[in-house]
């Protein structure tokens, strides 16, 4: 079984930065895509950005483009976001995911039901 597990996460003011890590065990996913999904209180989880196996495809949601940055270390099992001039509205559970294809397109990319792994979250929340 594979697990993966988000750390990182925290309160810090608009305009700062922090970094996500998801760091996966059990078994190697550097074949698979590695997906970040957010859910804020009282709202439905949303998907932030995705990266294929080899790193050199990455995709974001219009809400985060030019300000959050997904990679991964497949050396270290692990992926990573950057999040940068962070917003309020950016306050939710930022989740991690894995699934065994890329898709270029949204349709499939920014679908729950294409990732087969998901960790159990980590709390970011941005005062104004």
């Known amino acids: 079984q594979v697990q993966l597990v988000e750390s990182g996460g925290g309160l810090v003011q608009a305009g700062d930065s922090l970094r996500l890590s998801c760091a996966a065990s059990?078994?190697?996913?550097?074949?698979?895509?590695m997906a970040w999904f957010r859910q804020a209180p009282g709202k439905e989880r949303e998907f932030v950005a995705v990266?294929?196996?080899?790193?050199?495809?990455?995709n974001y949601a219009d809400s985060v483009k030019g300000r959050f940055t997904i990679s991964r270390d497949n050396a270290k099992n692990t992926v990573y976001l950057q999040m940068k001039r962070l917003k309020p509205e950016d306050t939710a559970v930022y989740y991690c995911?894995?699934?065994?294809?890329?898709?270029?397109?949204?349709?499939?990319?920014?679908?729950?039901?294409?990732?087969?792994?998901w960790g159990q979250g980590t709390q970011v929340t941005v005062s104004s």
């Open positions: 059990g078994r190697t996913l550097s074949s698979y895509a």
């Open positions: 990266i294929n196996w080899s790193g050199g495809r990455t």
């Open positions: 995911a894995g699934g065994p294809t890329y898709y270029s397109s949204a349709y499939y990319y920014a679908s729950e039901g294409g990732y087969d792994y």
